[in-house]
């Protein structure tokens, strides 16, 4: 009787859990489920300026890390005719890039994985891309996977999120804890995070959104859930909120690092 009881009270914290889980969506959570293709600053249009300068062509071998719903790496596979692999630890976000890939007729290895230890042998990469994903994840065990899996004469791109200047302790807490980031850096931590890994050259670029700006492809390009509860809506107002709060004290910077 006693041992029944308790497995019904196991039972009740499981769905009790689980339910709360469902209730309690994380930013990326409604990235997912909105299918939000080109999430990062910028969007496809800043992607498509910075890849024009790699002197990407058929022998380059590029793995998109955090690749979201496939939006770059359809553009990489289709302008440059290049060798793609994507990874992403949403198994939705790899399901809605896989359906992009196949709806295009795209040869692209899309993996659910974690960029923090990744399924490719060493030394395999030419180019890394990192489109607004290291700043999610553990810089101290991403960076060096990343350096693990690139050629020697590789490079790492990432578009990452950047603190502009000081702020408070509440206003730190408040943007780490909405977006679950594992930490919040000024660019000279950056540097120094990618030169500790042995990458010897780092060259940053500062990307300045203008908000005004709609980019009509970012704006196009979702993949919908079939169901999209309320709550996300209000996930999205919220990120709006914070990004507008915030406006001078977050900024945008292109990392390439060889
Ligand atoms: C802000 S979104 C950017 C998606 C995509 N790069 C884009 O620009 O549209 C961050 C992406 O990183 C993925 N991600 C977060 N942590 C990750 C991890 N540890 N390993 C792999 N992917 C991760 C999320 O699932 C999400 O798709």
Known sequence: MAQNFSLFIAYCNDVIQRQGFRLKYTY???LALFGVGGAHPGGLQLTQKILAEENINNDTILLEVGCGTGQTAAYLAQQYSCSVSTL?????MVEKAQ???SSLGLSIDAKVGDIENLPYPDKHFDIVLSESVISFTNLISTIPELK????????????ETILEQTISEEERSQIVDFYSFPQLLTEGEWV???????????DVTKYEP?????????????????T???ALLEILGKHEEIMHQNKNKLGFRIFRCS
């Open 148 to 159: 693990r899996v690139l050629k020697p004469s590789g490079r790492l791109i990432a578009i």
């Open 210 to 226: 203008r908000l005004e700006q709609v980019d009509e492809q970012h704006a196009a390009d979702y993949s919908l859930s079939e």
């Open 28 to 30: 990326l959570d409604c």
């Open 192 to 202: 120094k995070a990618f030169r500790d890994t042995e990458f010897h050259r780092i």
């Open 88 to 92: 992403d630890n949403s198994s939705m």
């Open 99 to 101: 359906q992009r890939f």
């Open 228 to 230: 999209i509860d309320d």
